[in-house]
């Protein structure tokens, strides 16, 4: 929690510092899921739970935008969701708070700057970048029948992707809705180790974990000096 405390100084900072930079910084409120073997295909079925974000957005163009920002992902699964037989045997619920960090580069489909009139008043846009992320799983009732210890927490870096849609909203203040999927490199979000039971592995070490972000975004644009001269085009 700290470091999203830091974060969001240095956001409300770096706001007035490279304002002249068509620079935006928003919130993002949501939900996320997990793809992994307590939830190997549902999406947006299985437990969704709560997300929510801070971000800073800098336009370097009315197509690019790079954007930074930091999530708070709560995470849930159960294997009473799913049809396998082994699944229904094994019996196991998730839950974990999972904390990211994140640089990403925006494409926008169409000419778009936030309350500028020359351009469009909305935009298809897909993005990708890098992040962090780190996560406390905690799997039961009776993981400890399969097991003797359990993953307790984990800290790897993932590869965010997706695509969304932005509009002008009120003046300086933007809207959007935005999905996101993150490809990790590591099977153990869920903190279920390649362990064997009755002749049943507990994770397919093949298939890595994934994690998912739908969310609706708001933003708002810090004032250029040609948005301060009436009728100038930015």
Same mark, same amino acid.
Request: with cysteine; hydrophobic share 40%.
């Given at each position: ?34 793809? &992994? ?15 929510? %974000? ?46 990211? &960090? ?12 936030? /309350? ?12 990708? &970048? ?43 203040? %933007?809207?959007?809705?935005?999905? %996101? ?17 009755? &002749? ?7 298939? /890595? ?9 708001? /933003? ?15």
């Amino acid at each position: 929690m700290r470091f999203i405390q830091f974060f969001s100084l240095v956001l409300f900072l770096s706001g007035f510092s490279l304002y002249g930079q068509h620079s935006e910084i928003g919130i993002n409120l949501g939900v996320s899921y997990y793809i &992994g073997e307590i939830n190997p295909e549902l999406h947006v079925i299985n437990k969704v739970r709560p997300s929510a %974000g801070l971000f800073y957005r800098m336009n370097t163009s009315k197509r690019y935008s790079l954007r930074f920002g930091v999530n708070y992902a709560s995470l849930a699964a159960s294997d009473a969701m799913s049809a396998s037989r082994f699944a229904d045997y094994r019996g196991l619920s998730y839950g974990a708070d999972l904390y990211e &960090g994140y640089g990403i580069l925006e494409f926008n489909f169409i000419p778009y700057q936030l /309350n500028n009139y020359a351009t469009s008043d909305f935009t298809p846009y897909v993005f990708i &970048g890098l992040a962090g992320f780190y996560v406390r799983p905690n799997v039961g009732p009776d993981l400890e029948k399969f097991i003797d210890e359990t993953i307790d927490e984990l800290a790897a870096p993932s590869v965010p992707f997706g695509l969304g849609i932005k509009f002008n909203f009120i003046d300086y203040l %933007g809207i959007g809705v935005e999905w %996101g999927m993150r490809k990790t490199f590591t099977d153990e979000i869920d903190g279920l180790p390649p362990t064997y039971a009755d &002749g049943y592995q507990l994770s397919n070490t093949q298939n /890595n974990d994934w994690y998912s972000i739908l969310a609706i975004t708001l /933003n708002y644009k810090f004032l250029t000096k040609r948005d301060r001269c009436p009728g100038a085009i930015n």
